[in-house]
């Protein structure tokens, strides 16, 4: 009798045992393999965007998709209004530089948007080149929240 219960004890924790060891290893597959919820586009291409709206959404660690940023393109000498979103779950801002890191438009680290607000950036940029838009908050551009901005004539 005695022998009976102890060995459903067992039982119970070898089965205890392996639903932890099959939780841990899917949390550990999501954590090495995530999940691609928005591609950059369809193919792994490079996304472009184009026009005088440009809409971005910023999340962690990206504009518009989980790592990285699209490209945009836009025409020099033109008002382009850039309308950014926060959808992510740390304070982010949006800047535009020059090549050599000096500010064109946008915000500091220390003019963040909240989680949820959306802010309008027009800008008109009369130098054609190839700028770059960030998030400035520390660390985040490197952690993909980084984009090319071409300005072409
Ligand atoms: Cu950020």
């Not at 440009?54 to 699209?70: C, D, S, T, Y």
Request: with cysteine.
């Amino acid at each position: 009798m005695a022998e009976q219960e102890s060995r459903a004890h067992i039982n119970a924790a070898i089965i205890a045992g392996v639903v932890g060891l099959v939780w841990l290893i899917g949390i550990w597959i999501v954590l090495v393999f995530p999940p691609q919820v928005e591609a950059a586009a369809p193919g792994g291409e490079q996304q472009i965007l184009t026009g005088t709206s440009i809409n971005l959404v910023m999340q962690e660690w990206g504009f518009n998709q989980k790592r990285g940023a699209p490209i945009i393109e836009i025409k020099a000498g033109t008002e382009v209004t850039f309308t950014v979103v926060n959808q992510g779950r740390n304070l982010h801002s949006f800047q535009i530089l020059t090549p050599d890191g000096e500010h064109v438009a946008g915000w500091t680290k220390d003019e963040v948007i909240d989680v949820g607000e959306t802010r309008t950036l027009t800008v008109v940029i009369d130098e054609p080149g190839e700028y770059i838009y960030i998030c400035p908050v520390e660390g985040h551009e490197d952690k993909g929240m980084k984009g090319i901005l071409r300005v072409v004539s």
